[in-house]
């Protein structure tokens, strides 16, 4: 229930602005422009996969507060916990393959 609530914070602010976004100084034929939350939301939701729970709400704070980079670098274990969440649905070399990539590609702590 406190995950679902939490999750629908997240997401209400998303549902509501475009009824707001528009005011009466701006027409409705005038070109939309992009809302920098939403911008965020997505890039934040993104770099969030594979996170659940408490790990998730932490990083999408801290990733929505900071402009969308988390603060703190990865250590080894969080790493091999990304890829392998990502790399789910591969098998043999391509697995292999991927996980090199992946995890020479991500910052070490």
């Known amino acids: 229930m406190k995950k679902a609530l939490a999750a629908l914070l997240l997401v209400s602010p998303l549902l509501a602005s475009p009824v707001f ?3 009466a100084a701006a027409p ?6 992009t ?3 939403q911008d965020k939301m997505k890039a934040c939701n993104a770099q969030a996969a594979g996170k659940k ?10 990733c929505l507060s900071a402009g969308g980079a988390p603060a703190a670098k990865q250590t080894q ?9 990502q790399a789910s649905g591969k098998k043999g070399d391509d ?11 991500q910052p070490a702590a």
């Open 21 to 23: 976004a528009q005011t």
């Open 28 to 33: 409705a034929s005038a070109p939309k422009a």
């Open 35 to 37: 809302n920098s939350q």
């Open 53 to 62: 729970g408490d790990d998730r709400k932490a990083f999408m704070k801290q």
């Open 77 to 85: 274990q969080e790493k091999m916990k990304t890829c392998n969440t």
């Open 95 to 105: 697995r292999k393959a991927f996980m090199k990539q992946c995890l020479s590609n």
